[in-house]
């Protein structure tokens, strides 16, 4: 019988059907009700630190910001220098392991490692040490996140390279490619574990840290340990699954002395049993982890960790198999775990607990709490006692400045994407940001613009991302632009992308991005017409010095019969204009990336309708960041939206469509969830081979939405590079290669700087 946590199995369905509420999409607005922020910006004692205000830097991984030993380099640290200086509290460091000696995951060949380390060579500490003095030159405090390791979510190269299993609590499979075994750590070697804490804990403090702040959320190696779903261990001294952790912050409490503040982040359930049901008895993957902690248990550890040492808590839900709850992309909630942080806080104050300091333990709440206004209202009514900002902080460093001035409109929102930072980490990049450019290059792009030396006169067509960040740019530097766009507004194709209610974190970006034009227009030298179709002879007469092509993209065509037929709409029509499928009960979109499944979810939560996708390669949403990923697919097959992969579309009739589908028992499950995909570089030696056994099916519906990819609309480029209609011509954003919004602001800001 699986266990079940009538809260987590609540909070699963209510982040896949929240934005039925308008309340709840209300409070992921970006809104300034309650200005002044008098508890947002009030001062917390945690342990023997003062901190100045509620504001908390999450710890995100800051892979490859160090050099190739593991000394922080400049990068991380103007990295973090900017987030100090942009007003926030306490700030905390990505995960950093305490010993490199048990995991063989940690490494890549040679000794390389892509994580910054404290554990060895003197000489890196100079590299935290200058960290530590830049955040606090800024007032704001720095907490370093203490790992044991990866374990079973570790990279299984060290079977290849090192020769090496991995490792973890007990025999588990490894995350990534589940046919390779984790074999269990020794005592002997959790004993080491435990004292390079209180080793790392110490060197951490005599080199001007303020606290630690151990890893034990999500399933990584201290979860591992301390979590029966994979600490199964049968006997010594370990096989309690409290033990670890208790043990660990006891030693660390030794090495610290009494004042000096331990921080522990954890989640309440990795919520398997609640998301997976039945599947958890049959899926192989997953079988092993049904006996995880229940929250009852949870909260019992977490008592438990306070009596040894721990001062202050931040509280999620998951794990890698329920990814998308830790990593919340765009779709879920804002502030989803804020009832999780409820639920201690007044386990807590009901068991009257308190630090060995005598404090409260304050409570962080975690998770899309970007909006002001839902932070402090948080505060106030004693949901948490600090607020946690990751991704929001990617974003606009400066947020929390501008929220204590009441500049919240000028807050550069997150929207959730996961492109620049999870993405990038997965794909072997470092920390950056889609919608800040600047983020994580830091080190290489001062944060002043230069001023343009001689005013040109530029021209830029197309108020997408990428052209918006150029004339704002641009024109915040000294040149004169004019910005064109045919639409009435900007945003470009956000426009159409952020019309799911699920999208607001887009709809937000899209209000920013209509504000910070609106602004500069007020401000510089930016002039903007809107509603304008502009050819080469309108560009003619304003005799730029400089043209920026912006155009962005348009539909890429279908050769199929049927194409034509008046129930066929290309997904943005959809999308400007749901109506269309107003009177369609069954509608079938083509195209599984990430356009065909939002509309797929649009049409399914919205609208109620029988939804099936077809796609025709294996895989849907390939190329987006895997939390975004196993959301949609999560919640499409919640809401019984059928997923055809493997499938192609050969005609389409009045009242059906005519597909060959793949149906070999090869083809991939599409709701496989509890997985992620590998970046395409590393290839799966042990994956099955996909064969092909195709059906010719007849698909009702009565409606189609086409969602098949955009190509370039580089017309106007060609056209002005021919007609040398200005001394230097360019073309950005998905006019010069369809991308992301990632690379959109990316070209738009770099050219816009350089010009
Ligand atoms: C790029 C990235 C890296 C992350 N790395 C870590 C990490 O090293 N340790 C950790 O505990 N959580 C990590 N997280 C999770 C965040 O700390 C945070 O819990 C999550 O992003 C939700 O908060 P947010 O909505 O404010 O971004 C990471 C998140 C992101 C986006």
Redesign the pocket.
Known sequence: MLQKDEFISNLIEECGTWFQSEDRLNAGKMTMELYPYDHLFSPIQVNGVKIRNRLCM?????LVMCDQKGRPNAKMIEYFAARAKGGVGLI????VHVSHKWDPSLFERDGVSYFPRIDTYHSNLMGWRDLVDQVHAYGARFFI?L?AGMGRVGSPESLISAHKFPVSASWNPNFYVSQIPCAPLRDRQLKGIISNFGQIAATAKSNKVDGVYL?G??G?LLEQLTNPAFNRRSGGPFANYQTFGIETVKKIRRRVGPSFPIMY?IDLSLALNEAYGDRMNHVKALKKFRNGRTVAMTLDYMTNLVQAGVDMF?V?VGCYETWWL???PNAMPPG?FLPVARLVKDCFLQNNIKSNAGLEVPIVA?????NPDLAERALREGTCDMV???????ADPERPNKAYAGRVAEICP?I?D?DG??N??AEGGH?QCTVNPRTGLEDVIPEDLPPATSPLKIGVVGAGPAGVMCAITAAKRGHNVVLFDKNSQVGGMIIAGSRPKMKFDLANYLAYLTTIVARAADQSNLEVHLSTKVTPDLLTEYQFDTLVCATGSRPKSLPIEGIDLPHVFQATDFLHDPAVASNAASPIVIGGGSTGLEVAHMLAYEMGKTVTVVEMLPLFMKGTSNANRNYMLYYLERAGVHLLNCTRVTRIEVDHVVVKQNVSPTVPNPYVTWKVLLPDYVINPLERRLQVKEQEKHLPCDLVVIATGVQSDDSLYDACLKTQIAPKVYNIGDSFAVGRIFEATKGGFALGRSL
């Open positions: 999450a710890p995100m991984g800051n905390t460091s990505g995960l996140q790992s890893h959320h999500e990584y982040r931040d999620d830790p990593h919340p989803v975690v998770g899309k709490l970007g946690m900002l990751g991704r929001p902080l990617l997150c959730g996961q930072c999870l990038e980490l920390i």
